[in-house]
């Protein structure tokens, strides 16, 4: 069965990094991709970035400069993180392994 | 990047009525092994998004079959059958032919 869960810190200060870590089962990450996806409160989603199997990366242009995605697999774990953090980073933050596959989803605030 | 154009962005419905949810892409996506990776996704409120429709016209797992999906090159559309109250959220479509992908604006299916 495959489930994915996003875990970090649902309060984050202005201009600090966001760390957040995905935790997959149900799958490999050695042959699949790990999708990272945001939801800013009322609006739509935005695609941030991915990690392939063979361990690349890909980035939204607008996010490329501040993000970062990567993965331990041997405890089956994929790592975001974005730094210089502002208000409207305010979002809901899902993994995804594509298709029907996402997490729940954590809520991320950016505020002092 | 490819840019996602939703049309409409609301949607007023009864229960009973057929509609359909325009999605047109910025480029075609269409890629060299003849794929289109053009999805459809339902997100209800509070939840993470529910896939119905991959490679433009195939029904998700469990997905009613009063959805279904159409279209190539730059030009899709998502049908539903007769709306049930369940089929009420927002609706996106998101391309994952060309890296970084995108999702549209979004479509917010509601009652008449």
């Known amino acids: 069965q495959v489930q994915l869960k996003e875990s970090g810190p649902g309060l984050v200060q202005p201009s600090q990094t966001l760390s957040l870590t995905c935790t997959v089962s149900g799958f490999s990450l050695t042959s699949n991709s790990v999708h990272w996806v945001r939801q800013p409160p009322g609006k739509g989603l935005e695609w941030m970035g991915g990690?392939?199997?063979?361990?690349?990366?890909d980035y939204n242009s607008a996010l490329k400069s501040r993000l970062s995605i990567s993965r331990d697999t041997s405890k089956s774990q994929v790592f975001l993180k974005m730094n210089s953090l502002q208000t409207d980073d305010t979002a809901i933050y899902f993994c995804?392994?594509?298709?029907?596959?996402w997490g729940q989803g954590v809520m991320v605030t950016v505020s002092s | 990047d490819v840019v996602l154009t939703q049309t409409p962005s609301t949607l007023s419905a009864t229960i009973g009525q057929s509609v359909s949810i325009s999605c047109r892409s910025s480029?075609?996506?269409?890629?060299?092994?003849?794929?289109?990776?053009l999805y459809w996704y339902l997100q209800r409120p509070g939840q993470s998004p529910q896939l119905l429709i991959y490679?433009?016209?195939n029904l998700g797992s469990g997905v009613p079959n009063r959805f279904s999906g159409s279209g190539s090159g730059t030009d899709f559309t998502l049908k539903i059958s007769g709306v049930e109250a369940e089929d009420l959220g927002v609706y996106y479509c998101m391309q994952a032919t060309h890296a970084p992908y995108t999702f549209g604006a979004g479509t917010k299916l509601e009652l008449k």
């Open positions: 990690i392939w199997g063979d361990g690349s990366t």
């Open positions: 480029q075609s996506l269409l890629d060299s092994a003849g794929n289109t990776y």
């Open positions: 995804s392994r594509g298709g029907p596959d």
């Open positions: 490679l433009v016209s």
